[in-house]
């Protein structure tokens, strides 16, 4: 799989996590991963890096044109 895939999927899942809190006060990633602490912290950072990989990207995209 493709790291701009990966990346993808992950801003998708951080999306639907801050909108599950938002609105049911429901912890997606907690739920999921709940009983792995350590794969939490993990999961959140890499939706982070993500994040931060798309804004990146999102910004070159803009200059090039």
């Known amino acids: 799989m493709k790291l701009k895939?990966?990346?993808?999927?992950?801003?998708i899942v951080g999306a639907l996590e801050v909108g599950f809190?938002?609105?049911?006060?429901?912890?997606l990633v907690g739920a999921l991963f709940g009983s792995w602490?350590?794969?939490?912290?993990?999961v959140y950072a890499l939706?982070?890096?993500?994040?931060l990989w798309g804004a990146?990207?999102?910004?070159?995209n803009k200059k090039k044109k």
Not at 56 to 60: E, F, G, I, Q
Request: hydrophobic share 60%; net charge neutral.
């Open 5 to 11: 895939t990966i990346s993808k999927w992950l801003v």
């Open 21 to 27: 809190m938002g609105v049911f006060g429901f912890d």
């Open 37 to 42: 602490p350590t794969l939490v912290t993990i």
């Open 47 to 51: 939706i982070g890096f993500a994040g």
């Open 56 to 60: 990146y990207a999102m910004l070159m």
